[in-house]
């Protein structure tokens, strides 16, 4: 794997020219880590901006590897806001010899407080621990900071906009303040209620909204036999009645779980990059499983 990501960036080096092709007339080039965060970008900046993400929304990005056909975008680029995935600090790292004028903005360090970073623990299967979750773009708690935080690098890249932008933000924020109201008023029955997922991104919306998220893989690395083991007492003490997958990881093995042990299985898709429209359908999935 390193040998792989090495010849990979090797390749984003050697074509550290590209960028120059770049015409002034273009609109601005927003990196973003994974699809949802488009969503902020295209709410704050609308179409003065091009925006693409890194992370296909079909591809898990704890395990994703950036592609040499990448290279041209990393090198045009004004900004790259990442969450924090474990691809993105070795990806900065090398970018910043061939793109200089490229910023990497970690939103994960912008809107978590560095103390208590763990305080949105999850409920493992296994006993190891996560040490931080990426996952931030499913948080309605963190959704301001973070977006008052992309608008004011977007207004660094683009003054002339910046008006425009502040009225799309306050917008965004007033968006934000409904699908809180609405999320509370689904779940206001929910509280305490647990409910099991292959993958652990929904941590910060359980905590936020008093459920319990148990996660069966971490990292995305694939499930231990001694959490299959603790399943089924799990699944009967929480009253589980259905598994939650997520379409960028193995079908077949959750369901394969999920018939073993009476569940039913439903999709919750964390990168989905209609980021409103992904939090309702969980919030639904949610009461009706």
Not at 75 to 96: C, H, K, P, T
Not at 158 to 180: E, T
Not at 204 to 219: P, R
């Amino acid at each position: 794997m390193m040998i792989i990501r090495y010849c990979v960036f090797a390749l984003f080096m050697g074509l550290s020219g590209i960028g120059a092709e770049s015409s002034t007339k273009q609109k601005p080039l927003v990196l973003v880590s994974v699809p949802p965060q488009a969503y902020f970008v295209r709410a704050i900046a609308g179409d003065s901006v091009e925006v693409r993400s890194v992370v296909p929304a079909d591809v898990s990005p704890e395990t994703y590897e950036p592609k040499p056909s990448q290279a041209r975008a990393f090198m045009q680029a004004a900004v790259f806001f990442g969450v924090g995935m474990s691809y993105e600090a070795s990806l900065q790292a090398r970018l910043a010899s061939t793109n200089r004028a490229l910023l990497y903005v970690d939103l994960a360090h912008r809107v978590l407080d560095h103390d208590r970073h763990d305080e949105h623990t999850h409920t493992k299967v296994d006993s190891s621990t996560h040490a931080h979750d990426p996952h931030i773009w499913l948080s309605l708690k963190l959704a301001k900071p973070k977006a008052q935080a992309m608008y004011e690098r977007l207004c660094a890249i683009n003054p002339a906009y910046k008006d425009s932008y502040a009225k799309n933000l306050a917008a965004l924020f007033a968006r934000i303040d409904r699908i809180q109201r609405d999320l509370g008023a689904i779940l206001k029955e929910q509280k305490g209620r647990a409910f099991l997922v292959i993958h652990p991104a929904f941590g910060y919306l359980a905590q936020e909204f008093g459920l319990e998220e148990i996660a069966l893989e971490e990292d995305g690395k694939e499930i231990k036999l001694k959490a299959l083991n603790r399943l089924p007492k799990i699944v009967e003490q929480k009253r589980i009645r259905t598994l939650f997958i997520q379409p960028q990881f193995d079908k077949e093995r959750a369901e394969s779980i999920a018939k073993t042990l009476g569940l039913n299985v439903e999709i919750l898709d964390s990168l989905n990059e209609n980021w409103e429209e992904s939090l309702y359908a969980f919030a639904h999935k949610i009461k009706e499983q």
